[in-house]
């Protein structure tokens, strides 16, 4: 008997899906107990967002002349993400753009910005609120906006504006760990409604009906915290750091 056809829905169906408080924890974890250090974490993140985005959307795939990427950076940690993601598009031949509206006197911001500053990568200095010329200039926008950690309730400009012309967008958009305006623990038609997922550790809550496609970048995870947390996430493929679920 070919078992192909369940095998996926049954792993997806045991894989636990991550509360705020959880994905909190975790990362707490990683950075006290297992010796991870923040800058360490953002760039697995931030090339495992990238290496997602060319599976879905291969250079071959992209339907105007010159491979554009609109990257949009939050204050916090996805905003960080938003930019290692940026600086490793470029290395695989994407060209990406920048809209980084409020940097963050943080080191580890500060550095993540010299980087992508030195491989040329341009920042905008205002996201075009004439949605067509977004559509127009760019293959996808990459939503590094709000992560887990932000509360969804209190969305202050200019990121409350921007989510407003992202939902009007016709362009693909890919969200990094939770799409932008959406509640962590559970399903929500607040925020944007991306094409493409990417899930950071593991999925959280508010991901179980999402209906686009998702992948998944959480091999890096130890085993024990893997266990401790029952997270039972899938097998990864060869020596892939993302899966699709």
Known sequence: MNHSSTE??????????????????????????YKFGQQQLIEIWGHACAIAITKAFPLTSLGKKQPTVLVVCGPDQNGSIGLVCARHLRIFEYEPTIYY??????????????????????????????VQLINDAYNMVIDAILGPETDHTDVKEPYAGILVTLKQVKIPIVSVDIPSGWDVDQVTSDGI??????????????A??????????????????????????????????????
């Open 101 to 130: 509206p409020k940097r963050t006197p943080h080191t580890i911001q500060q550095d993540f910005t010299v980087q992508c500053e030195k491989m040329d990568i341009p920042f905008l200095s205002y996201l075009p609120t004439e």
């Open 8 to 33: 996926p829905a049954e792993t997806i169906e045991l894989m636990r899906y991550l509360s705020k408080v959880e994905t909190a924890a975790i990362e707490t974890e990683l950075l006290r107990d």
């Open 193 to 206: 409604n991306p094409d493409v997922l990417i899930s950071l550790m593991a999925p959280k809550r508010c």
């Open 208 to 245: 179980t009906s999402f209906t686009g496609k998702h992948y998944l970048a959480g091999r890096f995870l130890p085993y024990d915290i893997q266990k401790k947390y029952d997270l039972n996430l899938p097998e990864y493929p060869g020596i892939d750091c993302v899966i699709e679920l």
